[in-house]
């Protein structure tokens, strides 16, 4: 079973920093690309960004909103992704799920069947 | 970048009604497109992938279409169960959704 657990959300303020990391198990994690989603309250759903298997070059790709400010990275090792936000906005305030692209043996695509229960960042003063 | 928008932003049907929910690229994407249904809380939930494909265990009753830069989605005979945001997202050039529609029941 594809199991999800997102954490490291909370309360911090314009300018700062957080770490969300996504605990990942039920598949092979090194083999997946791996991206964050966000809801802001009451909102639709917007891309973060994506990390590639290292497989496939471990390259990232970051929504322009965001770009310059978040870097994704895994831990191959542990299961683990990661999401570092700096130089954090009001409008950042959301929820942060992680997921893992859907793949077949010989492609990864860039839509999501498995999502976690997400993790609320609250950016204000 | 694609730009996904959606059409009704929200609609309200009574049960066993036919639904028909439009989402239109500003650009060609193929069929490069998935539909996921959110309920208040809860993460969204895959429908419908590459315009048309049932996702599995998913309700017969849902349907995708189209192709280009037009797409549907249709509940045949809405449920209870189904009140919920739906949510379109082009996978043709990175990801984008669209920005969702929100089916009540009367």
């Known amino acids: 079973e594809v199991q999800l657990v997102e954490s490291g959300g909370g309360l911090v303020e314009p300018g700062g920093s957080l770490r969300l990391s996504c605990a990942a198990s039920?598949?092979?994690?090194?083999?997946?690309?791996m991206s964050w989603v966000r809801q802001a309250p009451g909102k639709g759903l917007e891309w973060v960004g994506r990390i590639k298997s290292k497989t496939d070059g471990g390259t990232t790709d970051y929504a322009a909103p965001v770009k310059g400010r978040f870097t994704i990275s895994r831990d191959d090792s542990t299961n683990t992704l990661y999401l570092q936000m700096d130089s954090l906005k009001t409008e950042d305030t959301a929820v942060y799920y992680c997921s893992p692209h859907y793949c077949t043996s010989t492609t990864c695509y860039n839509y999501f069947e498995y999502w976690g229960q997400g993790t609320l960042v609250t950016v204000s003063s | 970048d694609i730009q996904m928008t959606q059409s009704p932003s929200t609609l309200s049907a009574s049960v066993g009604d036919r639904v028909t929910i439009t989402c239109r690229a500003s650009?060609?994407?193929?069929?490069?497109l998935a539909w996921y249904q959110q309920k208040p809380g809860k993460a969204p939930k895959l429908l419908i992938y590459k315009a048309s494909t049932l996702e599995s265990g998913v309700p017969s009753r849902f349907s995708g279409s189209g192709s280009g830069t037009e797409f549907t989605l249709t509940i045949s005979s809405l449920q209870p169960d189904d009140s919920a945001t739906y949510y379109c997202q082009q996978y043709n050039t990175y990801l984008t959704f669209g920005g969702g529609t929100k089916v009540e029941i009367k």
């Open positions: 039920g598949f092979t994690f090194s083999n997946a690309w």
């Open positions: 650009q060609s994407i193929s069929s490069w």
